[in-house]
C-alpha cells in the first residue's frame, strides 16, 4: 500500500499566487518525519522543509510553509507568491521512526508544478 | 564546492556489461544512501550507509552491490546491465540518525541501458 499519496499529478498556478500541494501519509509509528524536496527540469533534489511529529508548530522556511494536520496525516507544502523558479516536481517524503533511528525515506509519486507568467 | 558529487552524470552502456557509479560526499555525514527514480519519476531506496556499515538493503537484484571505502565515499556496481536498470540513480547523505532531518542529493546520474 501507498505510504505517501500525493493526488495532483500536475498543477498550475499564476505567478504571485499561493498554491498549495497535496500530501498524506499513512504510518502506525508515533514518531515520524515529514520532507518536501524540490527537483527542477534540470535534475537535482533540493531539500525544501521538515516536520516532525511531535513539532507543535507548522514548518516554516522562507515562501514555503507545510501545513501540518496530524489527525488527517496530512502534510501539505504552501507556496507563497509563486515565481517562474518554482516551476518543478515537488516529492513529498516521510521517515518512519524517531530521529534517532537510521533514516530510511519514502517518497511520495511527485506533483508537477507550473508557474504561468 | 559540490556537497554530494556523483560521477558520471551520463552513462549509456550496452546490456550485459558492468559499470560503476562513483559518489561522493565532503559534508562530513555519516549515513549515505543510493536511490533510483525511474521513468515515472518514482524514487526508491536502494541502500543506506552508515559508517561505512550497511544498514538498510531493500529488494534489489544481487547484480546491484554498493561499496563503502570510508564513510565519505558510497560507490554502486551493477553487474551484467539489463534494460530495466534504465534510470536515474541519485546518492544522498545526511548527518545520520541523532540530527539534521534532512538529505543531501548529488546531481544523479542517468544511466540508458540499450
Known amino acids: 500500500a501507498q505510504k505517501i499519496t500525493q493526488t495532483q499529478p500536475g498543477m498550475f498556478v499564476q505567478e504571485k499566487e499561493a498554491v498549495t500541494l497535496d500530501c498524506t501519509y499513512d504510518?502506525?509509528?508515533?514518531?515520524?518525519?515529514l520532507f518536501w524536496y524540490k527537483q527542477p527540469s534540470s535534475g537535482e533534489m533540493i531539500f525544501l522543509i521538515y516536520?516532525?511529529?511531535?513539532?507543535?508548530q507548522n514548518a516554516t522556511e522562507g515562501r514555503y510553509s507545510l501545513n501540518f494536520q496530524k489527525a488527517r496525516k496530512s502534510a501539505n507544502l504552501v507556496i507563497s507568491a509563486s515565481q517562474l523558479g518554482d516551476s518543478a516536481m515537488y516529492f513529498c517524503?516521510?521517515?518512519?521512526?524517531?530521529?534517532?533511528?537510521?533514516?530510511?525515506?519514502?517518497f511520495g509519486p511527485g506533483t508537477s508544478l507550473s508557474v504561468i507568467p | 564546492d559540490t556537497a554530494v558529487s556523483q560521477t558520471p552524470k551520463y552513462l549509456v552502456t550496452q546490456m550485459g556489461n558492468d559499470k560503476s557509479i562513483k559518489c561522493e560526499q565532503n559534508?562530513?555525514?555519516?549515513?549515505m544512501y543510493w536511490y533510483k527514480q525511474d521513468s515515472k519519476k518514482f524514487l526508491k531506496i536502494m541502500f543506506s550507509?552508515?559508517?561505512?556499515?550497511?544498514?538498510i538493503n531493500e529488494t534489489v537484484p544481487n547484480r546491484f552491490s554498493p561499496k563503502s571505502p570510508d564513510k565519505a565515499h558510497l560507490n554502486l556496481h551493477i553487474n551484467s546491465l539489463e534494460l530495466g536498470d534504465s534510470a536515474v540513480y541519485f546518492c544522498?547523505?545526511?548527518?545520520?540518525?541523532?540530527?539534521?532531518?534532512?538529505?543531501?542529493f548529488g546531481q544523479g546520474t542517468r544511466l540508458t541501458v540499450v
Open positions: 544522498a547523505s545526511s548527518q545520520g540518525p541523532l540530527s539534521g532531518p534532512e538529505a543531501f
Open positions: 504510518t502506525s509509528d508515533p514518531s515520524y518525519g
Open positions: 516536520q516532525g511529529s511531535y513539532d507543535q
Open positions: 517524503a516521510m521517515r518512519e521512526g524517531p530521529k534517532t533511528s537510521y533514516d530510511k525515506v519514502i
Open positions: 559534508l562530513g555525514h555519516d549515513t
Open positions: 550507509y552508515n559508517n561505512k556499515e550497511l544498514i
